[in-house]
């Protein structure tokens, strides 16, 4: 599947920074001076529990939430070539949020269609539909599609932006446990070489796909130590560490909560 | 069977009426029975389908023409912040005032011909088409337009692409009450003022006692109504077809 990819060429990798964020919600800090590196061509896992604010920092990321202004002026979130990552991350939320009134192909091709571009796209927005597996569905509109399907019309529309950062924010968890397996398989696989933060609350996903994993929690929230499980994505369920490293992240996250 | 039921219901309701009319023996220039209005429809049909077809002309100009101008004040006030701050007490304001209140001047200005009953419907129907509209354009799933703003997507294409699709389900709630209010609109400004229409010719036969006329035009006025508006129920099911239909046929 790999030589199919030649269609699209992955942007070259880009690393992303963020240095001494700051939101408050209702007067409270979420978090204030938080500090992560997404490394380039890797997987950046953010683990923590609802409501903790790892939403809060993904958007922050992406451009669609301001943070406030710290001391000492300068840019939060800085990339690795000197240029504002504004219009070079992609984004793949929790629900698919496909468009009900598009077919899958035009949803694929939305990101052309929203920047007013009529000319082509079709091609690879098909070519991109056939990676994810569902060349047969092309013309089908999402409500005749499950969940999985609609799951991976949203990858193959992020794969489509062909952005080099891509800012994932809980993709799977709306899925069955096989459906999310296959799925973060798939997107291991049609991600590699980007830079991919990947907002979640199930430490298997975070230790199956990622190259290192952070673990949020507090309030304010600050990031524990990272972990970098040896191996390279996805890595297999029934891998002994991946297991023993699964036990001692839920004690991280209970503890936190607790 | 589903294009027989109005049909069904109809004959129903006649029945009901011929029996009222049998058992409590009314005389006919109070409750004329369905044969009378039956015949009068059948005697005068040259002069009744003359005001028909104007009433329809009234009703349909004057849905298009508030229909149009719903959807622009909608969409300039999702697209100009200072157009949601003026217009929007300008539409609450249209609302305190009765429209019908409206009718004498608006025949006064606008005379006796179709201009004031175009005006009249357009005036009663412009308020649930923008009020709907816009609520449907207010409304827009956040995560879309997260997901357009990371897209690039300029503002006037979020409108274009997302914003308006989204709104169609309301805009077509919207349309359906223009639909049913607006044949009202048409008839009481044909009441208020006019020498001719559906209207015109209830009153005109009502003090001529020729209730069985006014009958026949009343009969008319329904069937008008209840077409144009199942006429928009299946051009706006053809518009959205993307929308559930949780009453399926074979609830």
């Known amino acids: ?16 920074t963020v240095h001494a964020a700051r939101v408050t919600h209702g007067g409270e800090a979420l978090f204030d001076g938080l500090d992560i590196t997404l490394a380039a061509g890797r997987w950046t896992c953010l683990l923590g529990t609802s409501g903790v604010g790892k939403s809060t920092l993904l958007h922050l990321i992406l451009g669609l939430k301001e943070t406030e202004q710290r001391a000492g002026g300068g840019d939060t979130v800085t ?9 070079r991350a992609a ?12 077919t899958a192909l035009d949803n694929v091709n939305l990101g052309r269609r929203l920047r007013g571009s009529h000319d082509g796209g079709e091609v690879e927005a098909r070519a991109l539909l056939d990676q994810v597996g ?3 569905n092309a013309g089908d509109r999402p409500a005749t599609l499950s969940g999985g399907m609609r799951q991976r019309v949203a990858l193959a529309r992020t794969l489509m932006e062909n952005r080099p950062v891509v800012l994932m924010d809980e993709p799977f968890s709306a899925l069955d446990a096989i459906t999310r397996i296959k799925l973060q398989n798939l997107a291991a696989e049609l991600l590699r070489g980007r830079t991919v933060f990947l907002v979640t609350h199930d430490p298997l996903e975070a230790l199956r796909l990622g190259h290192r994993i952070h673990v949020m929690a507090g309030r304010p929230a600050r990031l524990g130590e990272a972990m970098e499980p040896a191996g390279s994505p996805p890595r297999n369920v029934d891998d002994r560490q991946l297991l023993e490293m699964q036990g001692d992240l839920l004690c991280r996250l209970a503890e936190a909560s607790s | 069977m589903r294009a027989l039921r109005p049909l069904i219901i109809l004959a129903g309701l006649i029945c009901l009426w011929q029996i ?3 058992l409590s023996s009314v005389p006919p220039y109070i409750l004329p029975s369905p044969l009378e209005v039956a015949a009068a429809l059948w005697r005068r049909a040259d002069v009744i389908l003359k005001h028909a077809l104007l009433t329809a002309a009234e009703i349909l100009l004057g849905l298009t023409l508030g229909a149009f101008l719903g959807a622009c004040s909608a969409l300039s006030m999702a697209y100009f912040r200072p157009a949601r701050r003026w217009l929007l007490p300008v539409l ?9 209140a409206l009718a004498p001047l608006l025949v006064l200005w606008f005379g006796y011909g179709i201009a004031s009953k175009v005006a009249m419907a357009t005036l009663i129907i412009y308020f649930p088409v923008t009020a709907a509209f816009h609520d ?3 409304r827009t799933e956040p995560g879309w337009l997260d997901l357009a703003r990371t897209m690039n997507a300029s503002r006037a294409s979020m409108l274009l692409h997302v914003r308006i699709p989204a709104a169609l389900p309301a805009l077509s709630s919207g349309l359906r009450v223009a639909t049913a209010v607006a044949p009202i609109g048409a008839v009481i400004g044909e009441w208020v003022g006019s ?8 009153l005109h036969a009502n003090a001529r006692m020729q209730i069985d006329v006014m009958f026949a035009a009343l009969f008319t006025l329904a069937v008008l109504a209840v077409a144009l508006y199942f006429t928009m129920d299946t051009l706006l099911r053809r518009a959205t077809p993307w929308l559930p239909d949780s009453f399926p046929d074979n609830d």
Do not use: H, K, N
């Open chain 2, 136 to 138: 449907g354009l207010r």
């Open chain 1, 91 to 102: 984004f793949m939320a929790q629900t698919d949020l496909l468009l009900p009134w598009l």
């Open chain 2, 92 to 100: 609450v304001i249209s609302q305190a005032v009765p429209v019908f």
């Open chain 1, 79 to 87: 990339c690795s070539d000197g240029l504002p990552l504004a219009g």
């Open chain 1, 1 to 16: 599947m790999s030589e199919s990819m030649a269609s699209i060429t992955a942007p070259p990798p880009l690393s992303v």
């Open chain 1, 134 to 136: 569902l060349a047969a």
């Open chain 2, 195 to 202: 020498s001719a229409g559906l209207g015109y010719l209830m």
């Open chain 2, 20 to 22: 009222v009319v049998s």
